[in-house]
């Protein structure tokens, strides 16, 4: 069981190529940190393994099958700026809603307080919008989550506080997890193993 990208090339419109032949992969159940400078395309290869964008060569599998095209994607990506992934007109129960229903453990364990949910995403911090986008992600279909810079924005006691706790959830799901992080001891603390993206091109 694995989250696999084979032969990838990429490259955005008249730009030049990202990805040319690029392979990785990762286990069910591990962590694994993509490392690299600013602009080397880090975001890209993440929202490439969700399915957010679409490879020019080669594919995405997840478990052995092809990322869906319409259904639920079983790779969730979790963003760097939440307040760009949430409709902003609506409550946050209503954002929740769409997902999944949330159990109410789930939100507690992420430090979500019952009174955020009347609040539209205007009404609230970064990092407490932050949480809802990882409670909404934890959906029971959910096999692998892409976090992309998703705690940069929370101080560090509420950093590790975030992290233990997801953590936690993601190990007792069996989930497969992708860390994108310019903060090389978050990775250490909490990666099996490192990809610089250098080296998938
Ligand atoms: N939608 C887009 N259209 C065209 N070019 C893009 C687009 N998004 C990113 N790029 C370019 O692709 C390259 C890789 O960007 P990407 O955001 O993947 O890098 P990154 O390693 O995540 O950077 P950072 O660490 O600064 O977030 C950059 O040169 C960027 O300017």
Redesign the pocket.
Known sequence: MALVIDGLGFA????PP?FHDASFRVEAGSVVGIT????????????LLAGDIRPRLGGVTVDGAPLPRRAFRPVQLIH?HPERAVNRTWRMSAVLRESHAVPPETLDRLGIKPEWADRRPGELSGGELQRFCIARALHPATRYLVA??MTAMFDAITQAAIWHRLLEIVRERGLGMVV?S?ESALLDRICDEQVA?ETLR
């Open positions: 955005y419109p008249g730009g990202l690299g400078p600013s602009g080397t395309g880090k975001s890209t290869l993440g929202a760097q992309d810079e994108i310019h993206v």
